[in-house]
């Protein structure tokens, strides 16, 4: 059973970036692929990234590239997002997710943490 906690959400102007962690205990973190979603108030969870198990393939929807960066330190057993540009629209509720296989939906993941508040402002 791999526990999940996020970290590093905060608030911060358009333009700026921010760094979210997402700290894995109690499974083999380094066996999982891991993602990142998000959900804005009155909307659903929408699919943010994703990384493979080894971390050597990352997901991205298109509306997204080139802005945020998934990563995973498999000896840290740590993931982490950097999103950079950030824009008021990136303001939501950000989760960590953990999987046996890496994928794009939500209901295809196993484990998620309590997620972290991300506001940006104009």
């Known amino acids: 059973q791999v526990q999940l906690v996020e970290s590093g959400g905060g608030l911060v102007q358009a333009g700026g970036s921010l760094r979210l962690s997402c700290a894995a205990s109690?499974?083999?973190?380094?066996?999982?692929?891991m993602g990142w979603f998000r959900q804005a108030p009155g909307k659903e969870r929408e699919f943010v990234a994703a990384?493979?198990?080894?971390?050597?393939?990352?997901f991205y929807p298109d509306s997204l590239k080139g802005r945020f960066t998934i990563s995973k330190d498999n000896a840290k057993n740590t993931g982490y997002l950097q999103m950079n540009s950030l824009k008021p629209e990136d303001t939501a509720v950000y989760f960590c997710?953990?999987?046996?296989?890496?994928?794009?939906?939500?209901?295809?993941?196993?484990?998620w943490g309590q997620g972290t508040q991300v506001t940006v402002s104009s």
């Open positions: 109690g499974g083999p973190f380094s066996s999982y692929a």
């Open positions: 990384i493979n198990w080894s971390g050597g393939r990352t």
């Open positions: 997710e953990a999987a046996w296989a890496v994928g794009s939906h939500d209901n295809e993941y196993n484990y």
